[in-house]
């Protein structure tokens, strides 16, 4: 099955910065990769998602970038803010299933 | 439009005990899913059911069994829970084969 790593497992910066936060994925067949934020005692929520035929994607603050050639897809956080802070899933997803990173704890340091 | 619904919030069982988790889903998709959530290792599949009619293994299904009971309505259930059924537990749905949105989970305790 799909085995997805995420890195770094914990993350602090200083508000006004950048986060980059870095999986890698298994399986070549896996064509939709996702990203979701969990706030503590929430559930886990889409921030943005990527498809395989497309390299790169923006939305306001937040960026994808995928490598399907090196199996891997980044996932960078500009202008950090205080609300930035939450924890951050990876999933890669083939056939119905999304198989999930360990998570990245973001914090923002005001 | 509440997306998905999970009942109950919050339960603690003795070990040996059933149980069955509720889901519903009013956005008429296809795909429902059941994750739990433990720390450090993020979110795994333990049953998923692409239409109405089928349900498949994920990747965790041992000691839980699913119902697709109709296409709102996906439900999980533990049959004989155990301390190691401790955790939180997401329904999910989806339309077509990868957007999945959250329902707000039920946080299970088994002594």
């Known amino acids: 099955g799909e085995n997805v790593e995420q890195h770094p497992s914990t993350l602090s910066v200083q508000e006004g910065d950048s986060a980059v936060i870095k999986c890698t994925y298994s399986?070549?067949?896996?064509?939709?990769f996702p990203w979701y934020k969990q706030e503590l005692g929430k559930r886990p929520q889409l921030i943005i998602d990527?498809?395989?035929?497309?390299g790169e994607k923006k939305d306001q603050r937040i960026a994808v970038t995928l490598n399907k050639t090196a199996k891997h897809f980044s996932l960078h956080i500009t202008e950090t803010q205080p609300e930035d802070s939450a924890v951050y899933f990876c999933a890669a997803s083939n056939d119905y299933k999304l198989s999930f990173g360990a998570g990245t704890t973001v914090t923002v340091r005001a | 439009n509440a997306g998905v619904t999970q009942t109950p919030k919050f339960q603690v069982l003795k070990t040996g005990q059933s149980m069955t988790l509720q889901c519903a889903q009013d956005?008429?998709?296809?795909?429902m899913y059941w994750y739990r959530q433990d720390p450090g290792m993020g979110l795994r599949l333990i049953y998923y059911?692409?239409?109405?009619?089928?349900?498949d293994k994920g990747e965790v299904p041992n000691g839980y069994n699913v119902s697709r009971l109709n296409k709102r309505e996906f439900s999980l259930r533990l049959e004989s829970a155990a301390p190691s059924q401790t955790s939180v537990y997401f329904c999910a749905e989806g339309q077509g084969t990868d957007t999945q949105y959250f329902g707000p989970g039920t946080r299970l305790t088994v002594l």
């Open positions: 399986d070549s067949a896996s064509n939709y």
């Open positions: 990527i498809r395989s035929n497309v």
């Open positions: 059911s692409a239409s109405e009619g089928t349900t």
């Open positions: 956005m008429n998709h296809n795909s």
